[in-house]
């Protein structure tokens, strides 16, 4: 009976020691796991408490309607819940048009609202002129001749001069004669289409976009943006002789890539007062 317990005591001893084993791998495996689970939420907390302003709309915002500075508010969201793409200025939402209803607290997005390039991404070769206009400026047709605009090598996104050549009768010594006078109408617009052909949305900045754009060829017809008091100047120095047509072609001087300003001490012409 000694011999048998002995032998059952050893046997004892050996399942404890293997229980023992088990039971410490255990206790690291879990040791591990409850260790990764801290680092995960440890590292989702701290991108959560990461924040990006955003736009978000502050009330419902129709479809095509344009956006105004009341119709938004700036938030800041967690960085993992913060739409990409989405505006971060409300200035540069202001003025846009919503392309899509858009509900109170909405993040805003290019995708929702009109600008030249959101507008030609949609629209392609079909979009309509109104959406391109920056706000509050004009679009004005300008009539040129066949080699008023650097022999036809304008493109949709130039920079230019507007300059109108008249022939005035003067009195001199020689009696009274015919001089042709010339004067700049504007400086430093930006050239919005060729006939009916739109710039790329940053064209007058990127040569690459503007170099996509085609040549104004033959054209006699260019739109450019103005203000609405130099939209008037520009319709009066192309004159109408009455029949519905332009009498004064003007002429287009093409400016350097990236040239802007205005040159002093040139011949201005100025629009006469209303009577």
């Avoid at 004892?12 to 879990?30: C, E, F």
Wanted: aromatic letters at 2%.
């Amino acid at each position: 009976m000694i011999k048998n317990l002995a032998i059952g005591g050893g046997s004892n001893r050996m399942l404890l020691i293997a229980a023992l084993v088990l039971g410490l791998l255990a206790a690291i495996l879990v040791g591990v796991y409850l260790s990764n689970l801290s680092s995960d939420s440890g590292g989702s907390s701290s991108s959560s408490s990461t924040t990006v302003p955003v736009v978000v709309a502050s009330l419902n915002i129709p479809a095509q309607t344009v956006v105004t500075e009341q119709m938004l508010t700036v938030k800041s969201v967690p960085i993992d819940v913060a739409v990409i793409g989405a505006f971060s200025k409300t200035a540069d939402v202001v003025g846009q048009t919503a392309q899509v209803n858009v509900a109170a607290g909405e993040q805003m997005l290019p995708a929702k609202v009109t600008s030249v390039t959101t507008a030609q991404g949609t629209f392609g070769i079909n979009t309509p002129l109104s959406l391109v206009i920056p706000q509050g400026m004009r679009a004005i047709s300008v009539v040129i001749g066949p080699v008023a605009a650097a022999a036809g090598l304008v493109r949709p996104g130039d920079h230019v001069d507007l300059i109108r050549n008249k022939a005035v009768d003067v009195n001199n010594n020689a009696g009274a004669q015919e001089v042709a006078t010339s004067c700049y109408v504007l400086q430093d617009v930006e050239v919005i289409t060729v006939d009916t052909t739109l710039a790329s949305a940053d064209a007058s900045t990127n040569a690459q976009s503007l170099a996509a754009g085609p040549v104004s060829g033959a054209s006699k017809l260019m739109v450019i943006a103005v203000n609405p008091s130099d939209a008037a100047l520009i319709a009066a120095a192309q004159e109408e002789p009455g029949d519905g047509s332009v009498k004064s072609p003007l002429w287009i001087a093409l400016r350097p890539f990236g040239e802007h300003g205005t040159v002093q001490n040139l011949p201005t012409c100025v629009n006469a007062p209303a009577s």
